[in-house]
């Protein structure tokens, strides 16, 4: 069955892989499952044919069938699920790399979102200066706790799983503030997620939307 995901036609990050198609795309490629893309416009994003699919009006989506989903947790948790590769066969350890899943949506990427919106909506205000530390405290407070627990592990438990996925994924929003060269284990960790082919081919996909020619 041919799937379809929807990504920017112009990414406000001109193909640097932060826009959310990247972890699908790479969820994607680990599996082995080709894909086509569709790509829409902030406008087109907003209207009905869109909104029908996504109810936020937000990228990505993915298709497969008469399946339609959002939200790249239950995106690439359905990858995983139907697919070897992203998912340990043991019940145990599925269950943990799922939880490392959620970890990565609910608990690591809340305080970089803030983070990410201190810098780049509220440089202007005048209570900036006095809040950004306050922010990146709160990412240093997650980091700090998840490079304990990763220590000189190569991937979060066991062999690299979809929670691996999303956690680098999340993590890479990070890549430009320089809070991850803080913790040295973590930015091998990124490093080695970013080496994996799968990951190469996602990037390279993205980035080829950004330096095609119109
Ligand atoms: N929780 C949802 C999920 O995980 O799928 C969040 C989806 C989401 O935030 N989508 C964003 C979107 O569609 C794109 S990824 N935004 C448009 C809108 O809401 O109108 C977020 C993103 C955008 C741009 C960059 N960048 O340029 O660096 C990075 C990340």
Redesign the pocket.
């Known amino acids: 069955m041919t799937i379809i995901i929807t990504a ?1 036609e112009r ?4 193909g ?1 892989g ?4 990247t ?2 795309r790479w969820a994607l490629e680990e599996a082995g499952r080709p894909y086509t893309v569709r790509l829409v416009s ?1 406008r087109s ?2 209207e009905p044919a869109h909104l029908s699919l ?1 109810p ?5 989506t993915y298709e497969e069938g008469d399946l339609v989903l ?6 690439v948790l359905h990858i995983a699920q139907h697919h070897p590769g992203l998912l340990p066969d043991d019940a145990e350890a599925r269950a943990r790399a799922i939880a490392w899943m959620f970890a990565a ?1 609910n608990t690591v ?1 809340p305080p970089i979102l803030e983070l ?1 919106t201190a810098r780049l909506l509220e440089a202007d205000k005048p209570w900036h200066d006095q809040r950004l530390p306050l922010v990146e405290d709160r990412v240093r407070q997650r980091l700090q706790q998840l490079s304990a627990r990763l220590g000189d592990a190569d991937w979060l438990d066991g062999a690299f799983s979809a929670g691996d996925l999303m956690m680098v994924s999340v993590l890479l ?1 990070l890549r430009s503030s320089g809070l991850l060269d803080e913790y040295a284990n973590l930015a091998a960790y990124l490093a080695r997620g970013e080496a994996r082919p799968a990951y190469q081919r996602a990037f390279a996909a993205q980035l080829a939307v950004s330096t095609r020619k119109a």
């Open positions: 920017f990414s406000p990050d001109g640097k932060l826009a959310r198609d972890r699908v902030f994003m907003k996504h936020f009006g937000q990228i990505p959002f939200e790249t947790g239950a995106i949506l990427e990410v929003r």
